[in-house]
């Protein structure tokens, strides 16, 4: 039992990266009903970024800054240069290009940082913490994960439900044609959604570097389980995303705990198929909300 | 107000509208009728911007808009309820009426507002409710109440009949007609449905195949038996 506490108290933080990982690709879901496949490698890149900004300055707010002003400049960058253009024509295709999209910024990173994998020092102590004798899972730096996850996840829900932006954004995901009607620029709605997107994932690549360490490809398994936390919760939900997110973090933990690490993304994938045999709608998705 | 010159307008080799003169005054309804076909969605989706035309004009106001963005559009005060209560049923009415102006000035929004709960009290009502558990009235009550959330100068109006008890469409159209006359707005109203069309419209037009047939005083065109006989088929 206290081995089953304790690997739970293990994943919530990994699940909150997911969560962060899985909202991005639900927000470029909603703004252009596609998945973004190279959003783990747009994190990757700005990842990168922070860690360069982290070793030369030593401050890791600014870093974090940093991230979350790339990412949103990469996502609006991949959306004109890559989606926009194929995307008018076909969306498949568009989505086989987000892959060429991951492909080019894991060379890209190669060619810039190297191969080898680097150390991101996290902010404050990332040892368990010691509370009444006994050691627990979670370390200082797990609380800092998850405290900035939770203001992220509450800034996007205000944003999303309290304001005139949010509201253009919810209306050109669910109806174009009618918000524009309404008045709604809805092309700068799909370019915001981009730019919130690749935000949310570059403070997700930085939140999950110091756990273990940094490469062109170190994030690949990220996407596995973020992919799967968008699916089961619906691809357009919000909540799906955060929730599920959170939920394939504590399974990851329980499985790598009881079992071998390695076996964490079979069983991620097996959680896919199930949903999608049983419930191809994801659990907060409404009917016809995707078609896979 | 808002008048189409020669407006032809082609779906690849389909002429959907070959030539249309139309004018829509202020302060009465306009009513296009005419069978399925005989281009009334196409006419519409051409003046809110959805649709380009291949030649002729687009005047509003003046002004040529033909070819211009329909969130332009919408913001120079031409605004359009399409066809099939166009409504997004995962908003809240709230949230749908605020949609139909959210470019403007808080205070214009809520001059506006108060003028549609005004118009269609349920709304009022059912302010905080999602739009998908409204009965088809009252969703073609927030579809126009959306649209007039723009403070249009024009309002377009595709079908509102579409689906809907013949008793609900002719209460709202009535208010709609009422609303034209008091605040000197141009309605324009496309209808399959001619009989409710003509009773609140003062000007009537009959469309078919991309062409005007006829057009006129609305009650000379209702009484006309050759011209129901011919185009309206009742």
Redesign the interface.
Same mark, same amino acid.
């Given at each position: 039992m206290t081995n089953f506490i304790d690997y739970l108290l293990g994943g919530f933080s990994n699940g909150a990266v997911i969560a962060l990982m899985a909202l991005a690709l639900v927000l470029v879901w909603r703004s252009t009903r596609m998945v973004n496949f190279a959003q783990v490698g747009q994190a990757m890149f700005t990842t990168y970024i922070a860690l360069t900004v982290q070793q030369s300055t030593g401050n890791w707010v600014l870093a974090l800054v940093v991230a979350l002003l790339a990412g949103s400049i990469l996502g609006v960058v991949v959306f004109f240069l890559v989606i926009r253009p194929v995307k008018n024509s076909d969306t498949t295709g568009a989505i086989i290009a987000t892959f060429g999209v991951l492909i080019a910024l894991q060379a890209g990173a190669g060619m810039i940082w190297g191969g080898d994998p680097e150390g991101f020092v996290p902010p404050v102590d990332n040892a368990g913490l010691e509370i009444g004798g006994r050691i627990w899972p979670v370390s200082l730096y797990d609380l800092l994960v998850l405290a900035v996850t939770a203001v992220l996840v509450i800034g996007l829900t205000l944003l999303f439900t309290k304001t005139?932006l949010g %509201?253009?954004m !919810? /209306?050109s995901a669910?109806?174009p044609?009618? /918000? !524009? %009607?309404?008045? +709604? !620029? +809805?092309n700068r709605m799909l370019i915001t959604g981009w730019a919130i997107a690749g935000a949310t994932g570059a403070i997700g690549g930085v939140l999950i570097a110091p756990f273990s360490t940094i490469s062109p490809n170190s994030f690949d398994i990220l996407l596995v389980f973020a992919f799967t936390a968008a699916v089961i919760g619906g691809l357009d939900s919000l909540i799906g995303a955060v929730t599920f997110g959170i939920g394939t973090g504590l399974v990851i933990s329980l499985v790598s705990g009881y079992s071998d690490s390695g076996n964490a993304p079979i069983v991620a994938l097996v959680l896919l198929a199930l949903n999608l045999l049983l419930k191809p709608d994801g659990v907060f998705g409404?009917h016809g909300s995707r078609s896979v | 107000m808002l008048e189409t010159v020669d407006l032809c307008v082609s779906y690849g080799a389909v002429k959907a509208l070959n030539g249309m003169n139309l004018v829509v005054p202020r302060g009465e309804v306009t009513a296009v009728i005419g069978a399925n076909g005989a281009g009334k969605s196409t006419l519409m989706r051409t003046l809110a911007g959805l649709v380009s035309p291949q030649s002729g004009q687009v005047l509003f106001d003046g002004a040529s808009i033909a070819g211009t963005k329909p969130e332009d559009i919408v913001r120079n005060g031409l605004a359009l309820v399409p066809e099939g209560r166009s409504t997004i049923p995962e908003l809240t009415v709230e949230e749908n009426l605020r949609l139909g102006g959210l470019w403007r000035s808080k205070s214009d929004r809520g001059a506006s507002r108060d003028i549609v709960f005004d118009l269609f009290p349920i709304l009022n009502e059912r302010s905080t409710m999602r739009a998908d558990t409204l009965s088809g009235g009252e969703r073609q009550q927030l579809a126009i109440g959306r649209a007039l959330m723009s403070d249009p100068k024009c309002l377009l109006l595709d079908e509102p009949s579409l689906g809907l008890a013949p008793l609900i469409v002719t209460q709202i159209l009535e208010l709609v007609s009422r609303l034209a006359r008091e605040t000197n707005l141009a309605v324009l109203l496309v209808e399959q449905n001619a009989v409710t069309a003509l009773r609140v419209a003062t000007t009537g037009v009959v469309l078919n195949l991309g062409e005007v047939v006829k057009s006129g005083p609305a009650a000379e065109i209702s009484s006309d038996e050759e011209l129901r006989h011919a185009y309206l088929g009742y």
């Amino acid at each position: 039992m206290t081995n089953f506490i304790d690997y739970l108290l293990g994943g919530f933080s990994n699940g909150a990266v997911i969560a962060l990982m899985a909202l991005a690709l639900v927000l470029v879901w909603r703004s252009t009903r596609m998945v973004n496949f190279a959003q783990v490698g747009q994190a990757m890149f700005t990842t990168y970024i922070a860690l360069t900004v982290q070793q030369s300055t030593g401050n890791w707010v600014l870093a974090l800054v940093v991230a979350l002003l790339a990412g949103s400049i990469l996502g609006v960058v991949v959306f004109f240069l890559v989606i926009r253009p194929v995307k008018n024509s076909d969306t498949t295709g568009a989505i086989i290009a987000t892959f060429g999209v991951l492909i080019a910024l894991q060379a890209g990173a190669g060619m810039i940082w190297g191969g080898d994998p680097e150390g991101f020092v996290p902010p404050v102590d990332n040892a368990g913490l010691e509370i009444g004798g006994r050691i627990w899972p979670v370390s200082l730096y797990d609380l800092l994960v998850l405290a900035v996850t939770a203001v992220l996840v509450i800034g996007l829900t205000l944003l999303f439900t309290k304001t005139s932006l949010g %509201l253009s954004m !919810r /209306a050109s995901a669910f109806n174009p044609e009618v /918000a !524009r %009607l309404s008045g +709604v !620029r +809805v092309n700068r709605m799909l370019i915001t959604g981009w730019a919130i997107a690749g935000a949310t994932g570059a403070i997700g690549g930085v939140l999950i570097a110091p756990f273990s360490t940094i490469s062109p490809n170190s994030f690949d398994i990220l996407l596995v389980f973020a992919f799967t936390a968008a699916v089961i919760g619906g691809l357009d939900s919000l909540i799906g995303a955060v929730t599920f997110g959170i939920g394939t973090g504590l399974v990851i933990s329980l499985v790598s705990g009881y079992s071998d690490s390695g076996n964490a993304p079979i069983v991620a994938l097996v959680l896919l198929a199930l949903n999608l045999l049983l419930k191809p709608d994801g659990v907060f998705g409404h009917h016809g909300s995707r078609s896979v | 107000m808002l008048e189409t010159v020669d407006l032809c307008v082609s779906y690849g080799a389909v002429k959907a509208l070959n030539g249309m003169n139309l004018v829509v005054p202020r302060g009465e309804v306009t009513a296009v009728i005419g069978a399925n076909g005989a281009g009334k969605s196409t006419l519409m989706r051409t003046l809110a911007g959805l649709v380009s035309p291949q030649s002729g004009q687009v005047l509003f106001d003046g002004a040529s808009i033909a070819g211009t963005k329909p969130e332009d559009i919408v913001r120079n005060g031409l605004a359009l309820v399409p066809e099939g209560r166009s409504t997004i049923p995962e908003l809240t009415v709230e949230e749908n009426l605020r949609l139909g102006g959210l470019w403007r000035s808080k205070s214009d929004r809520g001059a506006s507002r108060d003028i549609v709960f005004d118009l269609f009290p349920i709304l009022n009502e059912r302010s905080t409710m999602r739009a998908d558990t409204l009965s088809g009235g009252e969703r073609q009550q927030l579809a126009i109440g959306r649209a007039l959330m723009s403070d249009p100068k024009c309002l377009l109006l595709d079908e509102p009949s579409l689906g809907l008890a013949p008793l609900i469409v002719t209460q709202i159209l009535e208010l709609v007609s009422r609303l034209a006359r008091e605040t000197n707005l141009a309605v324009l109203l496309v209808e399959q449905n001619a009989v409710t069309a003509l009773r609140v419209a003062t000007t009537g037009v009959v469309l078919n195949l991309g062409e005007v047939v006829k057009s006129g005083p609305a009650a000379e065109i209702s009484s006309d038996e050759e011209l129901r006989h011919a185009y309206l088929g009742y």
